[in-house]
């Protein structure tokens, strides 16, 4: 059967990357044998240029055709100004939304060949491995009602809703369950059940659907506190679940303990397998067509990709090993490289695709 994927390179620094992600795709093809197709569709930025819509509806439905999405980045300065439904942000929003992509998988791995980029002490990061699972359709980001109101006195009050049902927590809670089955079978979950009620109910459910993963251990920190466990001894954790707004901000604290932002891959995900892909990092579009920008959490994105949406679980392990080669190579973009020797995006993508091919 083939694989059929659904590109969305996106804008600033997105559609490099994901040149250097197709390369290693047509590798994959051609060498490997691995049935896949894909097709490129306009996202974000690129999206409100191409049909004045950060998701233009032929978009979502090629990503609802598909098996899997790969999407590069989005957003840029001169998308800052337009009006909100226009702007880049909302259309993956929207994405996430349409598809149901409630599980956002955010791993937080330091590479050993790169342990000097944290800014932690060596010895609190070597080896980490944090898996971060994120609730990603639900809570403030999507309750209603929302928006900015005048009140009688001519005052402006602006109000969003955490809100959470029992059937959006249970099946999250399943999510990192799973998760933390596959990893150390360690699970802390975050909430801020002591001044939130949503947190008492999200407490409570995953404290029930504990008792169908006896083997899990399920542990439970208040956001506070866990922001401060984060940088103070992040090897303590395995599986992290949390909310959809927790979640991005403790997403961004791991990924910063790893040093390199440009390596880390994601993965949204709905019940069907049909999942989202793309790297942690933003567009940055101050050195968007440079040619310097990282390639490999785009590629690490394919990786996922491969795993958990079309079960190609060898070929997976593979790009994981071409990428580590690389980089045990020495081969380094400036965004990772110690001292002033830093190789382009298009170096690092052919070097990832000729360790691939000879695998
Ligand atoms: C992320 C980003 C998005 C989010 C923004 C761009 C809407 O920060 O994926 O973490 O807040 O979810
Ligand atoms: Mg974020």
């Known amino acids: 059967m083939t694989h059929k994927i659904a590109i969305l390179p996106g804008d600033g620094i997105g559609p490099e990357i994901i040149r250097e992600a197709v390369k290693v795709l047509t590798c994959l093809r051609d060498q490997h044998g691995l049935d896949l197709s894909w097709q490129e569709a306009p996202f974000g930025g690129a999206g409100v240029d191409a049909a004045g819509d950060p998701l233009p509806a032929e978009s979502l439905a090629l990503c609802q055709q598909s098996a899997a999405v790969l999407c590069g980045a989005v957003g840029g300065p001169q998308y800052d100004k337009l009006p909100r439904e226009q702007r880049p942000e909302r259309g993956l929003l929207r994405l996430r939304s349409s598809m149901d992509l409630f599980s956002n998988l955010r791993p937080a791995i330091l590479f050993e060949e790169l342990a000097d980029a944290s800014s932690l002490k060596p010895e609190l990061v070597a080896g980490l491995d944090i898996m971060i699972v994120r609730e990603l359709t639900g809570g403030i980001y999507f309750g209603q009602p929302r928006g900015i109101e005048t009140?009688?006195?001519?005052?402006?009050?602006?109000?969003?809703?955490?809100?959470?049902?029992?059937?959006?927590?249970?099946?999250?809670?399943?999510?990192?369950?799973?998760?933390?089955?596959?990893?150390?079978?360690?699970?802390?979950?975050?909430?801020?059940?002591?001044?939130?009620?949503?947190?008492?109910?999200?407490?409570?459910?995953?404290?029930?659907?504990?008792?169908?993963?006896?083997?899990?251990?399920?542990?439970?920190?208040?956001?506070?506190?866990?922001?401060?466990?984060?940088?103070?001894?992040?090897?303590?954790?395995?599986?992290?679940?949390?909310?959809?707004?927790?979640?991005?901000?403790?997403?961004?604290?791991?990924?910063?303990?790893?040093?390199?932002?440009?390596?880390?891959?994601?993965?949204?995900?709905?019940?069907?397998?049909?999942?989202?892909?793309?790297?942690?990092?933003?567009?940055?579009?101050?050195?968007?067509?440079?040619?310097?920008?990282?390639?490999?959490?785009?590629?690490?994105?394919?990786?996922?990709?491969?795993?958990?949406?079309?079960?190609?679980?060898?070929?997976?392990?593979?790009?994981?090993?071409?990428?580590?080669?690389?980089?045990?190579?020495?081969?380094?973009?400036?965004?990772?490289?110690?001292?002033?020797?830093?190789?382009?995006?298009?170096?690092?993508?052919?070097?990832?695709?000729?360790?691939?091919?000879?695998?």
Not at 258 to 280: C, F, H, K, R, V
């Open 151 to 359: 009140l009688e006195n001519g005052e402006r009050r602006g109000f969003n809703t955490l809100e959470y049902r029992e059937s959006e927590i249970k099946r999250i809670a399943h999510s990192a369950f799973r998760t933390a089955m596959q990893r150390n079978k360690r699970l802390c979950s975050v909430d801020k059940a002591n001044v939130l009620e949503v947190s008492e109910l999200w407490r409570e459910i995953f404290e029930s659907v504990a008792t169908e993963y006896p083997e899990v251990e399920l542990s439970h920190l208040y956001v506070d506190n866990a922001s401060m466990q984060l940088v103070r001894a992040p090897k303590q954790f395995d599986v992290v679940a949390t909310t959809n707004m927790f979640g991005d901000i403790l997403s961004d604290t791991a990924a910063m303990l790893t040093g390199s932002i440009g390596m880390l891959p994601s993965a949204s995900l709905n019940a069907d397998g049909q999942g989202m892909y793309e790297p942690i990092h933003g567009s940055a579009p101050d050195i968007a067509g440079k040619g310097i920008a990282n390639p490999l959490a785009t590629i690490l994105s394919v990786a996922m990709m491969l795993r958990y949406s079309l079960g190609e679980n060898a070929a997976a392990d593979k790009v994981e090993a071409a990428v580590k080669q690389t980089l045990a190579s020495g081969l380094r973009t400036a965004d990772i490289a110690a001292d002033g020797d830093a190789v382009s995006t298009e170096t690092m993508g052919d070097a990832v695709v000729a360790a691939l091919a000879s695998l």
